[in-house]
């Protein structure tokens, strides 16, 4: 079969997409055998060597899943530690008690953008979803209203605010100012949060209603009856072991301003600051401050932390078919089309960061591979038009791009999907939106600044 090329590619990946969502939603289809069918089909349909189909689909699989497998089932086990030792109870608690269950949303905002810092989304999301679930047993709410400024304050820091390495990438690639980038960062991305997390979020659960039974919600909340007290752990060591693997990751990423690049020092600072190193070390720390030292012997963390792999094993499919998909449209050559098309037109240098980077973040569903492309797009198109446009505000408005719309392609989409019990219509209405609220009030905030710096 010939290839397809032009604008027929993008053609097909938009049928490609439809089928998907129709066969999730309307026809109950498992996601994970929609995303493999699909894939394989759009593969054919544009002509892509039958040999190279299943191999592009496993390469995408196996990407994802080499990074997310590992975190989630590591960031599950610390959960389910949390949980069974009372620490996620402990901050719940805390968290109501400083601010109260009507401020609770605003809480979880700000808890997200500080642990959101340094880590990849997935990692602060694994990290803080036991607190979530615990959050909204205690005050009875409904989990978006606690979820979502959780995911927004998160989704935020990973596409506007250096140290996160992806915006980290965009700075180094306009060759922009870091504290003037962190500076502008914050001045757009906190109310851009706002907005899109805490007030959002108190629109919209209104009319989505969650189910009541969600299973992983339950592993992750503590199982005591009502009215039996019990020792909880202390707030400190709590604290302690939630923010480990983002201290470690933290001090990772300092290692060349504390030692010389190459040398052992260096290594051995990069080695324990990568994500699934640190939260290696923080399981294994969990094991101990959650674990020994609350009273449970080696059979019953043993036991925690295979029974809480057991429902994450869909999840890690479904994600990781995500990645399959995903690769797909970038070996058939209908990303570069988009990226193609985007670079035609006649945009100035802000409006083309972000444009790219949503054209790419549509076809890919990754924010980073989006930052990180469309900054090698944009950059010199930028270089050329002179000094006209602040690099910081380039950075900004490209990571802004770079969140639009999280879609069947994105595993952070399956993620939030499976963990928050929604149905895919519910995920669109919720997730997909408040992504695409980051995105447009993002580079609306970031033209409002270029007026005034």
């Not at 901050?91 to 009507?102: C, D, P, Q, V, Y």
């Not at 953008?113 to 979803?129: A, D, K, M, Q, S």
Request: hydrophobic share 55%.
């Amino acid at each position: 079969m010939e290839p397809v090329h032009g604008s027929m590619l993008l053609v097909y990946a938009v049928i490609a997409i439809a089928v998907l969502i129709l066969m999730i939603t309307r026809y109950k289809v498992y996601p994970f055998l929609v995303l493999l069918i699909v894939s394989l089909l759009l593969g054919l349909a544009v002509g892509m060597p039958m040999d190279k189909i299943v191999k592009a689909f496993e390469t995408g699989n196996g990407n994802t899943l080499g990074h997310i497998a590992v975190v989630v089932g590591l960031g599950t086990m610390l959960g389910k530690m949390m949980a069974e030792s009372g620490g996620a109870e402990r901050i719940a608690n805390t968290l109501i008690h400083l601010f109260g269950e009507k401020n609770i949303h605003w809480a979880m905002m700000f808890v997200a953008i500080i642990v959101g810092l340094p880590v990849f989304f997935e990692v602060g999301f694994v990290l803080l979803i036991p607190i979530a679930f615990n959050v909204a047993k205690r005050t009875g709410k409904s989990l978006l209203l606690i979820g979502l400024p959780m995911v927004a304050g998160l989704s935020v820091v990973h596409g506007l605010i250096p140290p996160h390495p992806a915006a980290l990438l965009a700075v180094q690639a306009y060759h922009a100012d870091i504290g003037k980038t962190i500076a502008y960062g914050l001045i757009v991305g906190v109310p851009t949060a706002v907005v899109a997390g805490p007030l959002f979020a108190l629109l919209i659960h209104k009319y989505i209603k969650l189910p009541e039974n969600n299973p992983l919600a339950e592993q992750f909340v503590e199982s005591h009856t009502e009215g039996q007290r019990r020792d909880l752990p202390g707030f400190g060591v709590t604290l302690f072991t939630i923010l480990l693997p983002v201290i470690l990751m933290l001090v990772g990423s300092w290692a060349d301003l504390v030692f010389t690049p190459k040398t052992l020092p260096n290594d051995l600072l990069r080695f324990i600051g990568s994500s699934d190193i640190a939260l290696l070390i923080a399981v294994l720390v969990s094991f101990w401050t959650f674990g020994a030292a609350r009273g449970f012997n080696r059979e019953q963390i043993q036991k925690f932390c295979g029974e809480c792999l057991a429902p994450i094993a869909g999840i890690t499919l479904i994600v990781g078919a995500g990645g399959g998909f995903g690769n797909i449209l970038r070996e058939s050559g209908i990303s570069q089309q988009i990226v193609a098309s985007a670079s035609q037109a006649h945009l100035s240098p802000l409006l083309l960061g972000w444009f790219v980077a949503a054209l790419i973040r549509l076809a890919t569903g990754s924010a980073t591979v989006a930052m990180t492309t469309a900054c090698g797009i944009v950059a010199p198109i930028a270089a050329a038009a002179g000094g006209n446009v602040s690099p910081e505000l380039l950075v900004l408005a490209t990571g802004s791009g770079s969140l639009i719309f999280s879609h069947v392609n994105d595993g952070g989409f399956w993620l939030i999907k499976e963990y928050f019990g929604m149905t895919v219509g519910q995920t669109f209405k919720t997730w997909s939106l408040c992504e695409t609220i980051i995105s447009v009030l993002g580079l609306g905030l970031t033209f409002a600044l270029a007026t005034v710096v």
